[in-house]
């Protein structure tokens, strides 16, 4: 081994042997298989620090499964399709300042490369390269032969076959539905086209129409019983206002709404045309009527009110809603002169509706006056809203003044309610956005009605249930996502699955449509097994459904499916044998954010198209990944590159750092300073494994095993029992805390307390325990252990836990000398004093014999101190003690009781001789603290002078110090 650790130098190394050797390129044998993947990445950046984080989970897993036997299959391809990369294309093509900028600064192209990228080929082209480059640094496992691109002509003959076959069974279904959309692109966008408001869902809103002298001010509200409340409506005179004609099912009218609400109208089903602008001021003050009510309200001025969100105009139900309330108040002294208004707000008396026992007459007086919210700007108006929302929602009924609808639970209302205000022609629904979406390429979205849209009928009742029955089968990682998976099957509508503009497969059965992105990345598992052979030289031509039917489903058979393709039928047979062996997928580990969406896709299309026998196995699901605090954008910054961290830190220390940050679905934090705290550590590992390698050390096992040697391979048996476990359960910080921080500590104490004869087995262990995470400086340890030639870590055996090396007595012994250790430490601290002298008292006999009997009792469940001290008692020999034996058990009796299993267990059989046992450490103490050390039992301490020995218990020697 090099003096010094550089990464780069080993890292190089092990890659080029791993791929000379092609150790990562399984075929089908007679081992269990494990087919591992991760969401391919979308190729309109490079790969960055959220990116490292998800892959680097699947790469520990695959190879932790690789060295437990297991035939891995861990492959990668690269998403293309969709608008997200047409619009790169033309930014860059346009030279757009802001995407230059970004792109050669956070991505770190040169601007030679960069001004080159003006097509969405070349674009895929230098970033699909980049992407293997970068998943290559860093040490991934990946079958590189199974790579490909959703444009790809094979992928979309692929694409055609599912699509077609899910047409066939009535789940693409074509009608007018909302959806997302770019007005620019003219296009519905999905999760991956969007860079803003990602976790956005479109809302329905009711559209309820007060009037003015024949012209309709629809007000917008998911609370449409409050229309029995409302007082007065809502304008903001600094916003601009338009008169248009809206016609809708044969009816004629005109509306004053904002101006980005004649906008979204235009998008909706509603044929709109613009009349003229409207004086703002000019609303307010009039007069208009409740159309359910009959009653005449009052429009009033709020700077509050936008443009953008409903039809910029609100009614106000101040009984109700915190915000009105508060909002009227504040108008209350005001000179709203300048309107026409010169009335006394105070006399708009508040109207109460809802019953709710939390709450008197007026819910919103009572919250706000209950948190002290000052006025409307107080952030403590949101708490008190969705307080007075939350309540009235759960527990609240509808009071007599709302007719017909009294009694009516205010959770059951709101459709009863629309369907009459829609049957009355005083209401319609309007669908908005739950929160601002914005479009990759800048451009606020919009919700579209599209008519003759096709649609994946993801609301059918049979197919969730077939998603349900998946979910329950399958292993969740971690298992509450479990319920999370099921909330999003109850929720999840039907998808747009095609759009007209940007990369992809066009509807076989409809090719005026592009399969829209994520509609084309559900089952493309299948594809990995099926591309190696498709990369040989079959062309698209050769990809019938007769193909995909036999490799993939089983049905027909080779002579059919030859004949259709005209391939030879030993090929077709390897196809099939080759997806029968590796399917299903074992595990697909994922980021959280595509929880509702990709990975519902995933689900919803193998339970529609596989018996259950090909249904996914697991999913695992992981947290985000910020930097230095800051949310990463691969758009506007700040934005960590996969590869630069590589660069600047190397390939391991950037795993071991990222894997160790956070567990499962708790986000990480990228610092700096952490990086550089876990260089130190593989550093501190690679220095360790030098020494002991330049020492010489051999195998220790099959000589004499001290004491201590003992403690070292029982400890080392629970670090590699619970690092096992937490890979089961993909804990990668937990198995990091097992297999490298704790098992440190553990070797720094054996070589403390002068442990030497298994240093080298330890070190053989401690590199395959590490393997999977820091998996190049592994090799290279492993190299220098003497294992030569094919005889990599990457394929070495996984430590098993040996339950025979466990030992209690050992540990225990070790622990002894730990707390005495520590307890002479905390005396010397407190007291300041140098020590001449120190003198240990083992427990009592008689105080040893309680312990022992309490210990047994617990492990029956019977301890009880009344029934131990009666038994100690019992014996002629304890009855000197009479006085001193009731105050041990009631001392011992609450920290036994309490003890874990674990805890308990670990004293099974004790049988220490804790005064041989120190006296066995006598030199060690006395080379710890420079003085001399005597031991004594408690039963016949040789010098006592302060009586120090009645204070000893069972593993807590009493210390006197001179």
Known sequence: MEQDYIPCEIERKWQKTWDDTKVFQ?????????????????????????????????????????????????????????TPIVGLAELIANRDPQTMKVYSQLHGIPADILETLVTPEKIVEYFSKEAEKAMRSIGYSIDWRRKFTTTDPTYKKFIEWQFNLLHEKGLIV?????????????????????????????????????????????????????????????????????????????????????????????????????????????LIGIKVKNPLTGNDVITLPASFVRGENGSGIVMSVPAHAPYDYLALKDLYDKDLSQYGLREDLRNIKLISLIAAKEFGEYPAVEAVQQLGVKDQNDPKAEEATKIVYRREFHGGVLKENTGKYAGIAVSKIKDVLTQDLIGQGIGEI?????????????????????????????????????????????????????????????????????????LGTHLPFDDQWLIESLGDSTIYMTYYITNKFFSRGIGPEHLTPQLFDYVLLGKGSVQQ??????????????????????YPVDLRSSGKDLVPNHLLFFLFHHVAIFEENKWPRALAVNGFVSLEGQKMSKSKGPLLTLRNAVDEYGADISRMYILSSAEQTQDADWRNSG??????????????????????????MCGELKLIDRWMLSRLQHRIRETNNDMRSLRTRSALQNAFFLLLNDIKWY?????????????????????????????????????????????????????????????????????????????????????????????????????????????????????????????PANRTYGKEIPKFVQKIVPDISSMKVERLEMFDGYELDELAILRENQQFFEKEFSCTVEVYSSDEPGYDPEHKSRFAVPMRPAIYLE
């Open 26 to 82: 399984p075929e089908p044998d007679e081992r269990k298989k494990f087919f591992i993947t991760i969401p391919y990445p979308y190729l309109n950046g490079n790969l960055h620090a959220g990116h490292t984080r998800t892959f680097t989970i699947g790469d520990v897993i695959a190879r932790y499964k690789r060295m437990q036997g297991y035939n891995v299959l861990f492959p990668m391809g690269f998403h293309v399709t969709g």
């Open 430 to 502: 309007f669908y908005e956005f739950s929160e601002p979406v914005v479009c990759r390429c800048g451009t606020p979205c919009v919700v579209n009605m599209v008519e003759g849209q096709w649609f994946l009928n993801y609301s059918n009742p049979e197919w969730k249930e077939k998603v349900y029955r998946c979910i329950e089968k399958m292993e969740v990682i971690p298992e509450e996502y479990r319920v999370e998976f099921n909330n999003k099957v109850d929720w999840l509508k039907d998808k747009a699955c095609a759009r007209k503009k940007g």
């Open 174 to 282: 074509r009608g007018s539905h909302p959806v997302k959309w770019c007005p620019h692109d003219n296009n519905p966008v999905e999760d991956h086209d969007i860079l803003h408001g990602e976790e956005a869902t479109i809302v329905d809103y009711t559209f309820v129409k007060f009037q003015h002298d024949g012209i309709v001010l629809p007000c917008a509200t998911l609370r449409p019983e409050t229309i029995f409340g409302v007082t007065n409506l809502w304008i903001n005179p600094d916003i601009e206002h338009v008169k248009i004609k809206v016609e809708k099912d044969g009816r004629t009218e005109f509306w004053v709404v904002s101006k980005e609400a004649y906008r979204k109208l235009t998008f909706t089903d509603r044929k709109v045309e613009f009349i003229e602008d409207v004086p703002s001021a000019a």
């Open 751 to 875: 070589q403390k307390r002068g442990g030497s004869n298994l240093l080298y087995d330890m070190l053989d262990t401690w590199v395959r325990l590490m393997a999977p995470f820091m998996p190049h400086v592994c090799e290279e340890i492993w190299q220098a252990l003497g294992h030569e030639g094919n005889d990599i870590v990457s394929l070495a055996h996984y430590p098993i836990f040996d339950p025979e090396l466990l030992n209690n007595n050992a540990e225990l012994a070790e622990e002894l000398v730990d707390n005495t250790l520590e307890d002479i430490e905390e005396i010397l601290k407190v007291t300041k004093m140098t020590p001449q002298k120190i003198v240990l008292y083992t427990s009592a006999a008689w105080k040893t014999k309680a312990f022992r009997m309490a210990l047994k009792m617990q492990s029956e469940g019977t301890l009880n101190p009344g029934v131990l001290i009666k038994a100690l008692m019992a014996e």
């Open 561 to 582: 499916a030859a004949a259709a393709t005209g391939l030879d039928e030993q090929l077709i047979a390897q196809m099939k044998r080759d997806m029968d062996y590796w």
């Open 675 to 700: 990086v550089e705290a876990a260089k130190k550590q593989v550093d501190r590992f690679y220095s360790f494994a030098r020494e002991i390698i330049g020492s010489g050390a051999v195998c220790g």
